[in-house]
């Protein structure tokens, strides 16, 4: 909890009557030029300064970054929340089960063993599909998933009700990512803090590397491994050095015969060749009002295929649409507008920050395409698909030809032939007309 206010930046907005404790980014001189990402550290560093581990040399080092430096400053970052999946974050769960059983030995009071930030785990990477093509499917599946998984989720059951600030998405809900951005994903966290109801940039870190998704709502987020996350669950704020951002202005508009699945290999494409690994990529532009929110998603969520720590969009109007579709109430909604606004983290395409490299594209110019036969980066224009796979073919078959009956059908397979399975695509889901 902050002790100190350095930079007198605790102050209060009122949304609809209501007053909210926030800590103002005009406290610190030069928060104008910085990236959207690094306004969202430097607010997470005036509101945790506590003198010790974080404090007000470190506000300084961030408000002045240089864009052209390599890292080389370290901060501690405080990320508002944990998001978890069941396969790797069941482990956390258990440490907290037996750190209180230790505490009982010591004669302590267990209960005082919780998560100090908000911990939310949704259960999907155990899902198997068993049985498909009939109506009961979904129910049977269930059945089945609660059969196997019986004992791992009387003990989560016992965790959500045990613990404080723990909450458990059952299984057959949708997959981890999806849930993040359409009900768990704040956008602006609001939480009581000595009596008085605070508000601050939602951020977050998870158990999956796809955890970048959520990126796409303007969140600040990304994968670590559970030790990590366990870490932050408690408290403990992640350690990191100051990062170079990419800036990626977007320009013009998404053809209608283009998906969000082109515009993200057309994106990897540029990026991997560029070189983002241990970097923030942010976009920003005329060209980030027409990229619906769910393509945004998309596009976060491969920041692990190219390499960035994230890839990030700023807060605007795309984004208040989202959260209005996914059921945010008004106020919530109108919080995220003024916040942003008022902490210059609202999306104004006609200011340009500071970044370290630049990129450009013109949605205009994306067109169908297929990923590579080994890698996404490795994109193939659909016109050029045929020529591609001829020339592929050889490397992954002795026979360039070796039609196959189906038994019990009236037709043969060969190479080249696309057949459809049932697939969950954690790059796919949060847009469905791809």
Known sequence: MSTVNSFGAKTSLTVNAREYEIYALDAVEGYRRLPYSLKVLLENLLRTEDGENITAAHVQALAGWDPNAEPSEEIQFTPARVIMQDFTGVPCIVDLATMREAMSDLGGDPSKINPLAPAEMVIDHSVMIDVAGRVDALELNMDLEFERNRERYQFLRWGQGAFDDFKVVPPGTG????????????????????????????????????????????????????????????????????????????????PPAATATDVVLTITEMLRAHGVVGKFVEFYGEGVAQVPLANRATIGNMSPEFGSTAAIFPIDDVTLDYLRLTGRDDEHVALVEAYAKRQGLWHDPKREAEYSEYLE?????VVPSIAGPKRPQDRIVLTDAKESFAKSLPAYAENTSNPTAVKGADYTIDHGIVSIASITSCTNTSNPSV
């Open 175 to 254: 997959i981890v990512h999806q849930v993040n951005i359409e009900y768990l994903a704040r956008t602006v966290m609001t939480r009581e803090v000595d009596g008085a109801l605070r508000a601050y940039p939602d951020s977050c870190v998870g158990t999956d590397s796809h955890t970048t998704m959520v990126n796409g709502l303007g969140v600040l987020g990304w994968g670590v491994g559970g030790i990590e996350a366990e870490a932050a669950m408690l408290g403990q704020p992640v350690s990191m050095l100051i990062p170079r951002v990419v800036g990626f202005k977007l320009t013009g508009e998404i």
């Open 361 to 365: 594209l013109d949605l205009a110019t």
